[in-house]
């Protein structure tokens, strides 16, 4: 069985350690799963945001514990820069840096709740999440794939 799996679920619902979700820059309000995620978390990353204290920059990361409103013990909220730049090459990144961040705080069971791009399928996601896991990784990563950039 494949390390990497899409599910079609919920962000709030999906099993695992952590559930991770991007938010960018130039997306206010908060939308899809960060935007979800947020609201069961009773709003701390919103206001993170408010106060100046998360942009959604690449390379922030926000952990979040559950307050019992998620079936995954953690929230990830990682930034993406801004939404209107997003292409594959810069979304790979992306997720492979998420992944290695979840990877550092000791987290095997990941969800990722990705959103495809206009120019790419849902497959695409799968066999990029899967590269980036490479050979003899034990993580087991869930995709939710929400809804497609464009």
């Not at 690449?58 to 930034?79: D, H, M, Q, T, Y």
């Amino acid at each position: 069985m494949s390390p990497v799996r899409i599910e079609n679920q919920a962000p709030d619902r999906i099993a695992g350690d952590v559930v991770t979700a991007f938010f960018f820059e130039d997306q206010r309000p908060l939308q899809g799963s960060a935007e979800l995620l947020d609201w069961r978390l009773n709003g701390v990353l919103t206001r993170l945001l408010l106060d100046g204290n998360a942009r959604g920059a690449p390379g922030e990361f926000i952990l979040v514990r559950s307050n019992g409103k998620l079936n995954a013990a953690w929230a990830l909220f990682a930034g993406g820069g801004k939404r209107s730049h997003l292409a594959p090459f810069t979304y790979s990144g992306l997720i492979e840096g998420a992944l290695e961040h979840c990877r550092r705080a000791g987290f095997r069971r990941i969800a990722l709740c990705l959103s495809a791009l206009v120019e790419q399928d849902d497959g695409w996601l799968q066999d990029l999440a899967q590269d980036l896991l490479g050979p003899g990784q034990d993580e087991q990563v869930n995709l939710t794939v929400l809804e497609t950039f464009g």
